[in-house]
């Protein structure tokens, strides 16, 4: 189970953090995912120098409607190769929480956080411990815990399987 | 129970009876990328089949708008990519750099019918919910499933119903109300739903309004807003698309039982023009409460509003200021598509915005990117028909007004944040 117990530093963000926030339209062009952490956050005010300081195991908290805008999935490959393990968020935009399933990329759906995010229950910095198994946060720094819900449904078939490409090729395994 | 939209068409599409959050995998008919996104798709489906054949090449379609044509190398390499691979696969459906922004040339090109299950690498495919079709922005790895075997999964939505009366005073139009309905729902507003938008206002709109429409229930974070097309709107598309459009539209209604999650009802008479604010789409205002802000750069036209009735509008305006715009701003005007320009062409427009000193761009999605001419740079201020605001979106440290084309030019006359009102007296 231990494996499942994650630790790092919350990277605080606010609602409706927009793809163009996240990866940013000027770096469009680039097709190489690996490429893409570089510039991960770099056109958020105040978070410029996320893709440089954020270590990995660190968290991206945000509230609702995390990752709106763009289809790109420069802003699921970005966090996902700078070594993000899992975004923490309200809510998720549409198209962002399928470019997150297809990869396999976790995200975890926490009632109440934008509230908490607003009212400085979890801040920047603060030292948080996820178990992606339970879905239970703490924040270590002051003792505040949520709960996150994982995905259900076939999205979490497809989680396990590691992403869709993944999930279609054992599916024609089957066959 | 009567069904909605959503769920015939997705009922069409899989073969199975569905209810308001099925999982269910849907025949995909046509399957589309761009130059942006569109090399990502390639790269990835050579790297995961092996550099294998697409399921079906008459259902893939690329269209070239996001740097259109190529401003830098890595652009004009990646444009290749897309290219070489639609010969290598035989796909035939390429709009290349000079056609316009995809949606619309695959509009313009009756390749979209009511009930069609649609794919693109642009979060405003859905716009083509206008005629009645199920489109929707995906990222690569969506894009790259469906070439390999024609299907993709999604979630069955709730559907939200919107209907619309009243008239627009002069001066307000369509983008006016979605920016009130904007700030009104919020950028969750509908969250995850579909929407299907009636009443007289629809009944009587244009194309260009219903595209303006269903574009930007994106920014309110909805699956598609969809209006099944009636009137010169189904005339239209039956001389593009075929007579099968007809039969669509009667078995792909929703039924009169049909559940809703909401029942909203608007009036848009004394509707006023409205404005999304730096730098959030639902930060809205009316364009009084926000005149004499102080603007650098005036753009009209992207997937919402650079059709040929939108750029009209901006004319009249134009028109009624005697054909002066002001020095202190640049003004650009790009249309959707080459169809658009030539019509503008053809009614004179473009001599007379040329001679007023206006930039009259080829069809692109234009400033929608940072990577594109008429970037702001930082502390600028611009006004813009397009669909998104946030900070920085067309340059770090810039800013943007959302608007009408009415506001936008008014804007571009004044030399400040005006109301259209004010000069179409």
């Not at chain 1, 530093?9 to 609602?15: G, I, L, N, Q, S």
């Not at chain 2, 001389?239 to 009802?265: C, F, I, M, N, W």
Request: glycine residues 10%.
């Amino acid at each position: 189970m231990e494996q499942n117990v994650l630790r790092g530093k919350a990277w605080v963000f606010t609602d409706d953090v927009d793809t163009d926030l996240i990866y940013h339209n000027k770096y469009l062009a680039e097709t190489d995912p690996k490429k893409m952490a570089q510039y991960s956050f770099e056109y958020y005010p105040g978070k410029e120098k996320f893709a440089k300081e954020a270590k990995p195991g660190d968290f991206v908290v945000a509230g609702r409607n995390f990752g709106t805008g763009s289809s790109r999935e420069h802003a699921v490959y970005c966090l996902k190769e700078l070594g993000i393990p899992v975004v923490l968020a309200e809510s998720f935009a549409r198209i962002y929480y399928r470019n997150a399933i297809n990869n396999g990329y976790p995200v975890l759906f926490v009632k109440g956080l934008s509230d908490a995010i607003k009212e400085g229950k979890v801040k920047d910095g603060d030292e948080l411990e996820v178990n992606i198994a339970t879905g239970e946060i703490k924040d270590l720094t002051n003792g505040n815990t949520f709960h996150g819900d994982a995905v259900t449904d076939l999205e979490k078939d497809i989680m396990a399987s590691g992403g869709l490409i993944e999930y279609l090729k054992a599916q024609a395994a089957k066959k | 129970m009567g069904k909605t939209m959503i769920q015939k068409i997705i009922q069409r599409a899989s073969g199975k009876e569905v209810q308001v959050g099925d999982r269910v995998w849907c025949k995909i008919d046509l399957s589309t990328a761009r130059d942006f996104g569109g090399p990502n798709c390639v790269l990835q489906f050579d790297e995961v089949t092996e550099k294998g054949k697409v399921w079906d090449p008459d259902k893939i379609a690329f269209t070239f708008d996001l740097q259109a044509p190529a401003h830098a190398e890595k652009v004009a390499n990646n444009q290749k990519i897309i290219r070489d691979f639609a010969k290598r696969q035989g796909i035939t459906k390429v709009f290349d750099v000079n056609w316009g922004i995809g949606q619309h040339v695959l509009l313009e090109n009756g390749l979209v019918k009511p009930g069609d299950v649609i794919l693109g690498t642009d979060s405003h495919m859905n716009l083509l919910g206008g005629v009645g079709a199920f489109a929707t922005g995906v990222g690569n790895t969506d894009i790259v499933a469906s070439w390999i075997n024609g299907t993709l999964w999604f979630r069955v939505p709730e559907t939200m119903k919107i209907t619309v009366n009243g008239s627009f005073a002069r001066g307000v139009c369509m983008r006016d109300f979605l920016t009130f309905l904007v700030g009104k729902l919020g950028a969750d507003g509908m969250f995850f739903k579909a929407v299907e938008f009636y009443g007289e206002t629809i009944e009587k709109s244009s194309l260009a309004d219903r595209i303006t429409l269903c574009s930007m229930v994106t920014e309110m974070s909805g699956k598609v807003g969809l209006i099944m097309p009636n009137g010169e709107v189904l005339d239209w598309l039956v001389k593009r698309a075929g007579t099968e459009v007809l039969d669509r539209v009667q078995t792909l209604k929703a039924d009169p039982d049909a559940v809703y999650s909401e029942d909203l009802h608007f009036d848009v008479t004394g509707l006023e023009p409205m404005a999304s604010c730096p730098d959030a789409p639902d930060n809205v205002k009316t364009v009084r409460e926000a005149a004499g802000a102080h603007i650098d750069q005036v753009h009209i036209g992207s997937c919402s509003n650079g059709r040929f009735e939108d750029i009209a509008a901006a004319f009249e305006v134009l028109k009624a200021a005697n054909f002066q715009i002001s020095d202190s701003v640049r003004t650009i005007i790009t249309p959707s598509t080459r169809e658009v320009m030539k019509q503008c062409a053809e009614a004179g427009f473009i001599q007379k915005f040329l001679e007023a000193g206006v930039i009259f761009t080829n069809p692109t999605c234009s400033l929608c990117t940072a990577e594109h001419y008429g970037v702001l740079p930082g502390g600028d201020v611009g006004v813009s028909t397009t669909n998104r605001n946030f900070i920085g979106k067309v340059g770090k440290g810039s800013h943007t007004y959302l608007v009408s084309p009415m506001t936008a030019m008014a804007s571009a006359v004044k030399g400040v944040l005006t109301d259209p009102r004010d000069i179409l007296k």
